[in-house]
C-alpha cells in the first residue's frame, strides 16, 4: 500500500505546501500566501450614511468587492470560476 501526503513543510520546515486534496486550517496570527506572497492590502471602503451611494461611489465599492475576490481566488480559498 502506497501513501502521499497532501501536506508536507519544506526544507527548513518555514513552509508547508499543501497539495491537490490537501487543506490548511489557519490559526489566529498565521498568513496565507500564494507563491510566496501575501495578498496587497485593501482599503477600507467608506461607509456613507442616509442617502443611497452616487455611481462613483457604487464602482468604488464594486471595485474593492472584486479586488477581495482576486485575492481569495489566488490563495485557493474561493474557486477562479
Known amino acids: 500500500m502506497s501513501y502521499e501526503t497532501k501536506l508536507y513543510r ?3 520546515g518555514s513552509v508547508l505546501t499543501v497539495a491537490a486534496g490537501g487543506a490548511v486550517d489557519v490559526e489566529t496570527g498565521g498568513k496565507i500566501l500564494a507563491n510566496g506572497t501575501q495578498a496587497s492590502h485593501i482599503a477600507d471602503a467608506a ?5 443611497a451611494p452616487n455611481k462613483a461611489e457604487f464602482d468604488a ?15 485557493g480559498v474561493l474557486a477562479s470560476s
Not at 47 to 51: K, L, P, R, S
Open 10 to 12: 519544506e526544507p527548513g
Open 47 to 51: 461607509v456613507a450614511a442616509g442617502a
Open 61 to 75: 465599492l464594486v471595485g474593492k468587492v472584486n479586488a477581495v475576490l482576486a485575492a481569495l481566488e489566488g490563495v
